[in-house]
């Protein structure tokens, strides 16, 4: 008789809307030092600061496109 493997828990399910999507940046140390600094001398969050820099991303290519998120601070 082989041994019962446990049974895990299953994996809490966060309510998104199906229109969000996330994505990860690894930043080097100094990098991230200075995004803080920024976010600390504009009172902006980091994340409005990253959004706001896809836009201008977008637009230096040509497109006209605002990138939102779930907080945007706009």
């Known amino acids: 008789m082989s041994p ?5 828990p299953a994996a809490k399910k966060v309510a998104l809307s199906k229109a969000q999507r996330h ?3 690894r930043l080097a140390e100094e990098s ?3 995004l803080r600094m920024l976010s600390i ?3 902006r969050p980091t994340q409005g600061l990253a ?3 896809l836009t201008d991303l977008m ?3 040509g497109k ?3 990138i939102t998120g779930p907080d945007t601070d706009e």
Do not use: D, F, I, Y
């Open 4 to 8: 019962k493997k446990p049974v895990r």
């Open 41 to 43: 001398e504009t009172g």
């Open 32 to 34: 991230w030092k200075a």
């Open 59 to 61: 637009r230096k290519h």
């Open 51 to 53: 959004l706001e820099a």
């Open 23 to 25: 994505m990860q940046v």
């Open 64 to 66: 006209q496109v605002e």
